[in-house]
Protein backbone atom coordinates (compact mmCIF):
# COMPACT_ATOMS: atom_id res chain seq x y z
CA UNK A 1 0.00 0.00 0.00
CA UNK A 2 1.86 3.22 -1.32
CA UNK A 3 -0.26 4.72 -3.99
CA UNK A 4 -3.48 5.03 -2.44
CA UNK A 5 -6.71 6.82 -3.44
CA UNK A 6 -9.62 7.66 -1.47
CA UNK A 7 -12.75 8.29 -2.73
CA UNK A 8 -16.41 8.74 -2.21
CA UNK A 9 -19.62 10.63 -1.15
CA UNK A 10 -18.84 14.31 0.28
CA UNK A 11 -19.20 14.08 4.18
CA UNK A 12 -18.67 10.37 4.06
CA UNK A 13 -15.35 10.71 5.98
CA UNK A 14 -12.87 10.48 3.64
CA UNK A 15 -10.53 13.23 4.75
CA UNK A 16 -10.36 11.74 8.08
CA UNK A 17 -9.48 8.84 6.99
CA UNK A 18 -7.19 10.05 5.15
CA UNK A 19 -5.41 12.29 7.51
CA UNK A 20 -5.46 8.82 9.61
CA UNK A 21 -3.92 6.37 7.41
CA UNK A 22 -1.63 9.66 6.42
CA UNK A 23 -0.49 9.56 10.11
CA UNK A 24 0.50 5.68 10.29
CA UNK A 25 1.63 5.15 7.36
CA UNK A 26 3.62 8.34 6.51
CA UNK A 27 2.40 8.50 2.84
CA UNK A 28 2.19 12.01 1.24
CA UNK A 29 -1.05 13.10 1.68
CA UNK A 30 -3.07 15.29 -1.59
CA UNK A 31 -6.72 16.42 -0.75
CA UNK A 32 -7.68 17.09 -4.13
CA UNK A 33 -10.23 19.91 -3.15
CA UNK A 34 -6.91 21.48 -1.93
CA UNK A 35 -5.62 20.83 -5.65
CA UNK A 36 -8.74 22.03 -7.46
CA UNK A 37 -9.95 25.18 -5.51
CA UNK A 38 -8.51 28.50 -4.54
CA UNK A 39 -8.91 30.40 -1.42
CA UNK A 40 -11.18 33.16 -3.72
CA UNK A 41 -13.37 29.64 -4.62
CA UNK A 42 -12.52 29.56 -7.88
CA UNK A 43 -10.38 26.34 -9.97
CA UNK A 44 -7.38 26.07 -11.66
CA UNK A 45 -9.38 24.10 -14.47
CA UNK A 46 -9.34 20.66 -15.51
CA UNK A 47 -6.11 20.50 -17.94
CA UNK A 48 -3.89 22.26 -14.68
CA UNK A 49 -5.89 19.76 -12.32
CA UNK A 50 -4.35 16.90 -14.43
CA UNK A 51 -1.10 18.16 -14.67
CA UNK A 52 -0.43 18.42 -10.76
CA UNK A 53 -2.01 14.79 -10.98
CA UNK A 54 0.17 13.52 -13.73
CA UNK A 55 2.94 15.40 -11.32
CA UNK A 56 1.75 13.06 -7.85
CA UNK A 57 1.02 9.73 -9.95
CA UNK A 58 4.12 9.57 -10.65
CA UNK A 59 5.58 9.35 -7.04
CA UNK A 60 6.32 6.68 -5.46
CA UNK A 61 4.39 7.23 -2.83
CA UNK A 62 1.08 8.89 -2.16
CA UNK A 63 -2.35 9.28 -0.88
CA UNK A 64 -4.89 11.11 -2.88
CA UNK A 65 -8.21 12.03 -1.02
CA UNK A 66 -11.35 13.09 -3.08
CA UNK A 67 -13.58 12.11 -6.31
CA UNK A 68 -13.43 14.25 -9.30
CA UNK A 69 -14.55 11.16 -11.82
CA UNK A 70 -12.99 12.88 -14.54
CA UNK A 71 -9.23 11.98 -13.30
CA UNK A 72 -10.63 8.25 -11.59
CA UNK A 73 -9.27 6.52 -14.04
CA UNK A 74 -5.56 8.58 -13.95
CA UNK A 75 -5.42 7.76 -10.34
CA UNK A 76 -6.77 4.47 -11.19
CA UNK A 77 -3.94 3.64 -13.41
CA UNK A 78 -1.38 4.56 -11.05
CA UNK A 79 -2.80 3.34 -7.59
CA UNK A 80 -2.42 0.07 -5.87
CA UNK A 81 -5.48 0.63 -3.08
CA UNK A 82 -8.53 1.74 -3.26
CA UNK A 83 -10.64 2.82 -0.11
CA UNK A 84 -14.10 3.33 -1.39
CA UNK A 85 -16.65 5.18 1.30
CA UNK A 86 -19.80 3.80 -0.05
CA UNK A 87 -22.13 5.06 3.01
CA UNK A 88 -25.82 5.79 3.39
CA UNK A 89 -26.44 9.39 2.21
CA UNK A 90 -28.30 10.19 5.30
CA UNK A 91 -24.81 9.60 6.70
CA UNK A 92 -22.78 11.69 4.20
CA UNK A 93 -25.21 14.63 4.57
CA UNK A 94 -24.75 14.24 8.53
CA UNK A 95 -21.42 14.67 7.84
CA UNK A 96 -21.02 17.10 5.13
CA UNK A 97 -23.60 19.16 7.46
CA UNK A 98 -21.58 18.90 10.89
CA UNK A 99 -18.34 20.95 8.95
CA UNK A 100 -19.78 24.10 8.25
CA UNK A 101 -18.30 26.80 10.11
CA UNK A 102 -15.36 24.62 11.10
CA UNK A 103 -11.71 25.20 9.40
CA UNK A 104 -10.74 22.11 7.31
CA UNK A 105 -7.25 21.21 5.92
CA UNK A 106 -8.99 19.53 3.10
CA UNK A 107 -10.08 22.73 1.38
CA UNK A 108 -9.39 25.99 1.49
CA UNK A 109 -12.12 28.05 2.72
CA UNK A 110 -14.77 27.17 5.35
CA UNK A 111 -18.72 27.22 4.59
CA UNK A 112 -21.10 29.04 6.73
CA UNK A 113 -23.87 27.66 5.17
CA UNK A 114 -24.66 24.59 3.64
CA UNK A 115 -24.01 25.37 -0.60
CA UNK A 116 -27.60 24.31 -2.46
CA UNK A 117 -25.88 23.16 -4.99
CA UNK A 118 -23.53 21.19 -3.21
CA UNK A 119 -26.41 19.25 -1.29
CA UNK A 120 -27.86 18.69 -4.38
CA UNK A 121 -25.06 16.79 -5.52
CA UNK A 122 -25.04 14.64 -2.60
CA UNK A 123 -28.22 13.69 -2.97
CA UNK A 124 -27.66 12.73 -6.82
CA UNK A 125 -24.80 11.16 -6.09
CA UNK A 126 -26.51 7.36 -6.18
CA UNK A 127 -28.01 8.19 -9.06
CA UNK A 128 -25.02 10.15 -10.94
CA UNK A 129 -21.88 9.43 -9.69
CA UNK A 130 -21.86 5.85 -7.64
CA UNK A 131 -22.74 3.61 -11.46
CA UNK A 132 -19.85 5.43 -12.52
CA UNK A 133 -17.34 4.38 -9.69
CA UNK A 134 -18.96 1.08 -9.43
CA UNK A 135 -18.17 0.81 -13.05
CA UNK A 136 -14.90 1.99 -12.91
CA UNK A 137 -13.79 0.16 -9.75
CA UNK A 138 -15.38 -3.08 -11.78
CA UNK A 139 -12.34 -2.78 -14.04
CA UNK A 140 -9.19 -2.14 -12.28
CA UNK A 141 -6.73 -3.47 -13.07
CA UNK A 142 -5.30 -6.89 -11.71
CA UNK A 143 -3.41 -6.09 -8.36
CA UNK A 144 -5.03 -3.05 -7.46
CA UNK A 145 -6.97 -3.78 -4.28
CA UNK A 146 -10.29 -2.12 -3.34
CA UNK A 147 -11.67 -1.68 0.11
CA UNK A 148 -15.47 -0.89 0.11
CA UNK A 149 -16.34 0.54 3.87
CA UNK A 150 -20.04 0.38 3.88
CA UNK A 151 -19.63 2.67 7.54
CA UNK A 152 -17.09 4.91 9.69
CA UNK A 153 -16.52 1.85 12.04
CA UNK A 154 -15.68 -0.38 9.00
CA UNK A 155 -12.86 2.53 8.48
CA UNK A 156 -11.52 2.54 12.20
CA UNK A 157 -11.20 -0.80 12.37
CA UNK A 158 -9.04 -0.83 9.60
CA UNK A 159 -7.26 2.07 10.86
CA UNK A 160 -6.70 0.04 13.73
CA UNK A 161 -5.32 -2.58 11.80
CA UNK A 162 -3.27 -1.01 9.91
CA UNK A 163 1.00 -0.75 11.26
CA UNK A 164 2.85 2.24 11.08
CA UNK A 165 5.86 2.35 9.31
Known amino acids: MKRVIVIGCPGAGKSTFSRKLAAKTSLPLHYMDMIWHRPDK ?34 LEHCDTV ?12 GAMSRIGKSRGDMPWSDTEM ?37 RAEADEFIESVVGC
Not at 45 to 50: D, H, I, M, S
Not at 83 to 94: A, G, H, Y
Open 42 to 75: SNIGREALVIELNRIVDGEEWILDGNYLHTLPLR
Open 83 to 94: FFFDLPIDVCLE
Open 115 to 151: DPEFYQWIMDFPETQLPVINYLLASVREGVEVVRFKS
